[in-house]
C-alpha cells in the first residue's frame, strides 16, 4: 500500500533556527514528490516540486530534497521566521492507469515563535 | 489574478438537503480536481476530470456528483448530505495532468452537515 508518513506531526521553534521537516514514502516508483504549504483559510500553496531523476530543489529559504532509495524527502527551512507559521504537507505523485495519482501526507503543523 | 474560486466557503446545511459547491478557474486549466480533507485521514480524492466531459472516481466518490460542462467550472454536488460528509473541500486545478505540473488550489470550502 502507497502511504506517505511526515514527522514530526508538530514543530515549534523560536525565529532564526534553521529546521528540517520529514517525509517518508513507502514506494519508491513515484513519479514526483510536491511540498505544500497550508494556510487557514487560504488553500493549499505548491511550494517546490521534485521531479522523481532531481535530488533536490530550491527557493529562497527553502531547499526540498529527495532520496528515492530510502524513500524519504526533507524540507529544509532556513533562518525560519513567525510568516512560516503554517502546515506543511508532502504529497508522492504515483502512475494509476490512464491517471497519476496523488499520495498525501498528514503534514507538520508548524509554530515560529518571535 | 490566476485563481481557483470556491463557492461557498462556508456552509452549514441538514441531513438530505441537496448543495452544490462551485469551483471555476480562470487559467483554461485542462484538470480539475475535487478533495476533501479530514483530520487523521489527510486529503482525500473524490473526482477528477481530465477535460470537458471527461470525469472519474477518486478514491471517496460516493456520495458526491460532478460535472464538467465548461472548460472552467467543475461544480460539485451531493444530491442527499449526510453528516459524514462534514469536512473542508478543496478543488484544484492543473493545466494537463502530467505530473510535472503543480497543482493550484482554491480556498477551501467547509461543510457541516447537521
Known amino acids: 500500500k502507497q502511504e506517505v508518513t511526515q514527522i514530526p506531526a508538530a514543530l515549534s521553534v523560536p525565529e532564526g533556527e534553521n529546521l528540517v521537516l520529514n517525509c517518508s514514502f513507502t514506494d519508491s516508483a513515484i513519479y514526483n514528490l510536491q511540498w505544500f504549504r497550508q494556510d487557514p483559510g487560504k488553500g493549499l500553496t505548491s511550494l517546490l516540486l521534485i521531479q522523481s531523476s532531481q535530488r533536490e530543489q530550491t527557493s529562497g529559504r527553502l531547499n526540498a530534497s529527495l532520496d528515492k532509495s530510502s524513500g524519504r524527502s526533507t524540507l529544509y527551512i532556513a533562518a525560519s521566521q513567525p510568516g512560516d507559521s503554517a502546515t506543511y504537507l508532502c504529497?508522492?505523485?504515483?502512475?494509476?492507469?490512464?491517471?497519476?495519482?496523488?499520495?498525501w501526507g498528514l503534514g507538520t503543523s508548524l509554530a515560529v515563535n518571535p | 489574478e490566476a485563481q481557483v474560486t470556491q463557492n461557498p466557503r462556508y456552509l452549514i446545511t441538514v441531513t438530505g438537503k441537496k448543495l452544490t459547491v462551485t469551483c471555476s478557474q480562470n487559467m483554461n486549466h485542462e484538470y480539475m480536481s475535487w478533495y476533501r480533507q479530514d483530520p487523521g485521514l489527510g486529503l482525500r480524492q473524490i473526482y477528477y476530470s481530465m477535460n470537458v466531459e471527461v470525469t472519474d472516481k477518486g478514491d471517496v466518490p460516493e456520495g458526491y456528483k460532478v460535472s464538467r460542462k465548461e472548460k472552467r467550472n467543475f461544480p460539485l454536488i451531493l444530491e442527499s448530505p449526510s453528516p459524514n460528509q462534514t469536512s473542508l473541500y478543496f478543488c484544484a486545478s492543473s493545466p494537463r495532468y502530467s505530473g510535472a505540473n503543480v497543482l493550484t488550489f482554491g480556498a477551501g470550502s467547509r461543510l457541516t452537515v447537521l
Open positions: 504529497a508522492a505523485l504515483y502512475n494509476a492507469g490512464n491517471n497519476r495519482k496523488l499520495i
